[in-house]
């Protein structure tokens, strides 16, 4: 069942006025008593199990082994006669440059060791998260893909499918837990993504056809 596009609209504008929102609210509230429950909620339990576990989910993010992924992935889809998606997969790489520009107008600082256990310590600056706006866009639109190219096997589909799945969904409470983010930082990584995954998917589908000839 298609979505109309007047419906995908509403949505993508729904999604940009909760960003811009939570943007100006955390521009003049870097530090709310809301994300520091969370983190001590979600850093209750501790062990030393847990903590590799949530590094290695944070592992897809870290540079420089966020653009080798993409850049991989890319090429295996070229490899296999996939050129057009190859190429849409390619172009989320400038998805760090959103983050950046983005980072540096907010200007959050990391959470401290006064708030927080850290695990991770990061250089950059908190809001939004890296980590979760590149696995959204990356991993939900690998998701989109294994359900569109029919092509490929269906038990690769699957496996791609459910490993991108769960790094979504684990991707934020990890950066939590290791104390790299606050919970609105990864609430508006998570809005981003989808934000940016809206004109990517919408350029992919444009020409009305999945096709992987047309390079």
Not at 42 to 71: C, N, R
Not at 136 to 162: E, H
Not at 175 to 187: E, K, P, S
Request: aromatic share 16%; net charge positive.
């Amino acid at each position: 069942m298609q979505i109309k596009r007047s419906t995908l609209s509403i949505i993508l504008t729904l999604l940009i006025l909760a960003f811009t929102l939570l943007s100006i609210f955390i521009a003049h509230n870097p530090i709310i008593p809301l994300d520091i429950k969370i983190s001590l909620l979600i850093q209750k339990y501790q062990a030393s199990w847990l903590d590799k576990t949530m590094l290695a989910i944070s592992f897809f993010g870290e540079l420089p082994y966020s653009l080798l992924s993409v850049l991989i992935v890319a090429a295996i889809f070229y490899w296999k006669k996939f050129k057009r998606e190859a190429l849409f997969i390619s172009t989320i790489l400038f998805s760090g440059l959103i983050i950046l520009g983005i980072k540096n107008v907010i200007n959050r600082p990391r959470p401290t060791t006064f708030y927080v256990r850290l695990v991770e310590v990061n250089r950059f600056q908190s809001y939004p998260s890296g980590h979760v706006l590149s696995y959204v866009l990356f991993f939900g639109f690998l998701i989109i893909l294994m359900n569109k190219l029919k092509d490929i096997p269906k038990t690769t589909r699957n496996i791609v499918t459910y490993i991108s799945a769960f790094l979504m969904i684990f991707i934020a409470p990890s950066r939590i837990y290791l104390g790299a983010h606050w919970f609105t930082d990864t609430l508006c990584g998570f809005l981003l993504g989808l934000i940016c995954l809206f004109p990517l998917c919408y350029f992919y589908f444009k020409k009305g056809t999945l096709k992987t000839d047309q390079l």
